[in-house]
């Protein structure tokens, strides 16, 4: 048995990083370079799926090396496929890589695995008890599936012709939903926007209650405020990021 479990252990070895293993003796080359071909084309295509914003801003040979390294280096802990995006941010998180990696790549490929996630997000925001009604005197609802986020970088700008090497001075406050079509949006917001967005997430306020919160907090005006807060709701109720209210208790 032991025997058998060498022969698992330098063909693993080989598949991970064929240019330094060795296969299994007696097993032919040109099977080997199949299986090790196999299967990192196989989790280079999904990551490069699954990333492509920095599989676009990495030059070509930067980009399979980082792929053969995280082959290489990782083990991964979940058997499931649609894992393999978290287990690659994971291992970036602590990876040594000589690479020449942008600055900005741990927000990047945070910024390119939420779409995927939100994607096959179970929540269901039609269980979710929410009517149309008057945002002051209601409760205003939240959807499940609209995550507040905050870059350093304006993630959801770079691409191949932009590629900040430095962060600026404010950061990005972004809202990503998906809506009852199963569309994953993505919107840019200010602080008080995301400030709205995090009392909403934890408290129970009347649109009227919100208003005073806010103008509290940001040093502003209430009627100005409430006819941002109302105009800004009815956007969102567009975009299902609002549900709707419901009454007080």
Not at 183 to 193: D, M, R, T, Y
Request: contains cysteine; glycine residues 6%; negative net charge.
């Amino acid at each position: 048995m032991s025997g058998y479990r060498d022969v698992q252990r330098a063909l693993a070895a080989h598949i991970r990083d064929p240019g330094r293993h060795p296969g299994p003796q007696g097993v032919e080359a040109r099977r080997l370079r199949i299986y090790s071909d196999l299967f990192y084309n196989n989790i280079e295509d999904f990551l490069a799926g699954t990333f492509p914003v920095l599989r676009a801003v990495l030059e070509d040979a930067v980009w399979l090396a980082l792929v053969r390294a995280f082959i290489r280096d990782h083990r991964c802990t979940s058997p499931y496929f649609l894992k393999i995006s978290e287990e690659f941010i994971e291992w970036l998180r602590g990876a040594d890589s000589e690479l020449p990696l942008p600055p900005y790549i741990h927000e990047l490929v945070h910024y390119e695995w939420v779409e995927l996630t939100l994607d096959v997000d179970p929540a269901n925001p039609a269980a979710v008890d929410a009517v149309d009604g008057d945002w002051l005197t209601g409760i205003p609802v939240l959807s499940p599936l609209a995550w507040p986020l905050v870059y350093q970088y304006p993630v959801h700008r770079i691409g191949p012709g932009f590629s900040p090497q430095q962060a600026p001075r404010e950061p990005t406050w972004l809202l990503v939903y998906r809506n009852g079509r199963d569309q994953v949006g993505f919107i840019e917001i200010n602080q008080a926007s995301a400030r709205l967005i995090s009392v909403l997430q934890t408290r129970s306020l009347t649109g009227a209650d919100l208003v005073l919160q806010l103008a509290a907090e940001l040093g502003q005006p209430q009627d100005m405020l409430q006819t941002h807060l109302l105009a800004l709701l009815d956007q969102w109720r567009a975009l299902e990021v609002v549900l709707g209210v419901r009454p007080v208790a």
